[in-house]
């Protein structure tokens, strides 16, 4: 179920590359530096691409876009729960022009205990990183959600619960000073057997980007 990068793609009518804002650190009002930093808020075109191999290795991003002519500007990969933020890697991304974007999955993680704290110093240190990198990070938690195939989706965690660990994770990255971060959520299309998808919603406060996977068979 690891195509919605690929589906962002077949999406793409222009390519708009991707401007940076200015990039800021100074002290919050009661805690950390903060990176401000965010993409465009206006309308803009993205090409998005996921590929095998990253955050390992850039080269399989470079030969997609040798294919098609273009170089995107989104590159993503799943990050692992209990993994650390892929500094070096988003740093070559941003070396060639593109934004890092990623799927931070709770595949061995207690989404109750996400929402209730337990796992805050790991979250605090990914948010340190992604603040000291410095510059925009797209990041998304627990993609189609309203789904049954994943450990984190419906059927297996209570909405209510996903949603409380979405505004955790958010207001816990924002105490941190990582304002660089633009949220995505991503729903799956609907099908007979998702959930109903305002139930997942964890409120515009909380959310950057709306994203949603479609597949074709």
Do not use: C
Request: no cysteine; net charge positive.
């Amino acid at each position: 179920m690891r195509s919605w990068l690929v589906m962002l793609v077949a999406a793409v009518v222009a390519i708009a590359a991707v401007a940076y804002a200015i990039i800021r650190f100074g002290p919050s009002p009661s805690g950390p530096a903060v990176a401000r930093a965010s993409l465009p808020s206006g309308v803009a075109s993205y090409l998005g691409v996921y590929e095998t191999g990253p955050p390992r290795t850039y080269q399989p991003v470079e030969v997609f876009g040798r294919a098609v002519g273009k170089q995107p500007n989104l590159v993503g990969y799943y990050s692992g729960w209990g993994e650390p933020f892929q500094t070096l890697f988003a740093e070559t991304v941003r070396r060639h022009g593109a934004v890092t974007i990623l799927q931070m999955d709770p595949s061995y993680a207690y989404v109750p205990a996400i929402a209730a704290g337990k796992y805050d110093s790991y979250l605090r240190s990914y948010a340190d990183s992604v603040r000291n990198f410095g510059y925009p990070v797209v990041i998304g938690f627990g993609h189609e959600m309203n789904a049954t195939w994943y450990s984190w989706g419906y059927g297996h965690v209570r909405a209510s619960v996903f949603v409380a660990a979405w505004r955790h994770i958010v207001t816990l990255f924002r105490g941190q000073g990582a304002d660089n971060v633009a949220w995505l959520w991503t729903i799956n299309a609907y099908l007979a057997s998702t959930g109903p998808i305002a139930s997942w919603w964890p409120g515009a406060g909380y959310v950057t980007w709306v994203g949603i996977d479609g597949y074709f068979y």
